[in-house]
């Protein structure tokens, strides 16, 4: 399945942002902790040049905290200030501007050492849609002033909100980028919701889901489900075997997977099939 989703909008998004950057001290990717890698819109390095960076995973709460530790790990030994947090309740939020001023340390002493004591960090905050960077942003500030939506393609235009005296952010839209450089980074994101349901085949997406879980988080999908032999069954065999469990039938007695399929997106984007990491460092 090789999903593409390139909305014409993000190309006028992506221009803005490249004006605005050089407005920015720091720039802030928050990236969805269970695809570490395939949340990363590539483009943004370009426009980042050599700007700080701070990768803030998010939905924490929703990804492996084994892998998430190993992820950690690894992005600080690529030389990145890391923050993890779950937007949602708020977890790590707190600590955002400390870890702004500690990735910013030098600058800051600069500024000092000119006598621009008081001057605030600006940050730009970016990511691909739907990996909450509108809701992280709510909670850092401590009010609703960016929009945020579960659906991706909800913030638009340009928003700076003030978290404290010390730091204001600028809100971006989520932007992916033109071509997915293989299937599987199309297939994650669809998985977490980045890519609009619309252009997916949703059954097939499903499928594949089930498959990717299969071979890494068998005992999750055996419990949700009350599937049984999974390591030996292919996706849309899990999905028929799922919808009769949970009693989802058509006229005839078929399995209605079309309907399984939806509510295993929903289940696993919503945290209630359990926590899960997609990919390895």
Known sequence: ??????????????????????????????????????????DIDAMVGGRPRLIIFNRTDQADPSMTARWTAWFKEQGYGVLETDAKSGRGV?????AAKS????????????????????????GVPNVGKSTFINKAAGRKSAKAGDRPGVTRGKQWVSVDAS??????????????????????????????????????LACALLELLRDRYPQALEERYKLVQTRELPGWEL????????????????????????VLLDEFRGGKLGRFTLENP
């Open 103 to 126: 990735v910013l340390k030098e600058k800051l002493a600069a500024w000092k050492a000119k006598g621009q004591v008081g001057r605030p960090i600006r940050a730009m905050v970016v």
């Open 239 to 262: 999905l028929e075997q799922a919808a009769r469990k949970r009693g989802m039938l058509v006229s005839g007695g078929e399995a209605d997977s079309s309907r399984m399929a939806k």
């Open 1 to 42: 399945m090789n999903i593409q989703w390139y909305p014409g909008h993000m190309t006028k998004t992506r221009r803005q942002m490249e004006n605005d950057i050089k407005l920015v001290d720091l720039v802030a990717e928050v990236v969805d902790a269970r695809i570490p890698i395939s949340s990363r819109n590539p």
């Open 167 to 204: 730091l204001e952010l600028l809100d971006t839209p989520g932007i992916l980028w033109p071509k997915f450089e293989d299937e599987t980074t199309g297939l994650h994101l669809a998985f977490t919701g980045a890519v609009r349901d619309e252009v997916t085949d949703v059954e097939g």
């Open 94 to 98: 707190s600590q955002f501007s400390a």
